[in-house]
């Protein structure tokens, strides 16, 4: 195996050194160009296969130093390789815009031009009559700003007008039900009151009715306190009910008794005697001696 740092090298047998043409070639004989990495300055289109590349995409670019200058600034000139197709973009800084010109290669997707009118010659002077233009155009449309406005302030009085409607509808409505609530109430109270004169009415009718049934009723054959007790003529003497002559006698009856009433009831309490259950079990209970 071959060592990778040799001492010697190999010379053919026809060598010859002489032959060997010298050439000297200046060392600063093109711009000066470095390798350097970057982002993307801004968004681009590749013309080659419409690749978009988005702002802030690093690239590993070769950085060139032009001959233009602006107020003493040297312009540089940046290569990038599209990241699709490989193909070659190329753009320059621009200090008197503060910003990049894209060269070749790709198409900027969207510029912003901050420079004062006047200062580029590729953005020419608004004229006279382009500034009139634009000053009608802003008129009517401050114009049409102020009738739309006008209209939000009508759509707005007229939203008002309908609330408060509502609420003077709402309190209308409120008002007669509590109108209607008073005659209902009144309408209440005259049915109570006579139903209340009829329940009076009714109660003095039965009053009555049960004041001439106690007239009726009560009326009883009273004993007078007068009567003496013994044997008179025509009295009972067996006790049978049967007089001496063959008549019926009358039975005294007791003082303010009525004929037909009935004896009051009595609730005594019948005391039962209790059964000796010890004779059913034959056991015979002896007398006590003491």
């Not at 190999?10 to 010859?16: K, L, Q, T």
């Not at 004062?116 to 114009?143: I, M, Q, S």
């Not at 329940?199 to 009718?205: G, H």
């Amino acid at each position: 195996m071959s060592e990778r740092k040799v001492l010697q090298k190999y010379y053919p047998p026809d060598f010859d050194p002489s032959k060997i043409a010298r050439s000297r070639v200046p060392k600063n004989a093109g711009p000066k160009v470095m390798t350097v990495r970057l982002m993307a300055p801004f968004s681009m289109k590749c013309i080659s296969c419409g690749e978009y590349i988005y702002k802030g995409r690093k690239f590993n670019s070769r950085k060139e130093t032009t001959d233009e200058k602006y107020l003493n600034i040297p312009i540089y000139r940046f290569y990038i390789r599209c990241t699709r197709c490989s193909a070659e973009i190329t753009f320059k800084t621009d200090p008197k815009g503060m910003d990049y010109t894209c060269e070749r290669g790709a198409k900027r997707n969207f510029e912003v031009w901050r420079k004062a009118d006047g200062e580029d010659d590729d953005h020419k002077l608004e004229t006279d009559e382009e500034r009139l233009d634009r000053l009608e155009a802003e008129e009517a449309e401050r114009g049409a700003m102020e009738v739309l406005e006008g209209k939000v302030v009508d759509a707005k009085r007229e939203m008002e007008i309908a609330d408060a409607l509502d609420e003077i509808r709402t309190r209308n409505a409120r008002i007669q039900r509590a109108e209607g609530k008073g005659e209902v109430d009144k309408a209440l109270e005259q049915a109570e009151r006579a139903r209340a004169e009829l329940e009076l009415e009714k109660r003095r009718v039965e009053a009555e009715d049960e004041e001439a049934a106690r007239r009726a009723f009560g009326r009883g054959i009273e004993i007078d306190e007068g009567v003496e007790g013994g044997v008179g003529e025509g009295t009972d003497m067996a006790g049978d009910g049967m007089m001496a002559d063959g008549g019926v006698s009358e039975v005294p009856a007791a003082k303010g008794a009525t004929v037909g009433s009935m004896p009051p009831p009595e609730f005594k309490r019948v005391v039962k005697k209790k059964k000796d259950f010890s004779a059913a079990l034959g056991i015979k209970k002896k007398p006590a001696l003491v």
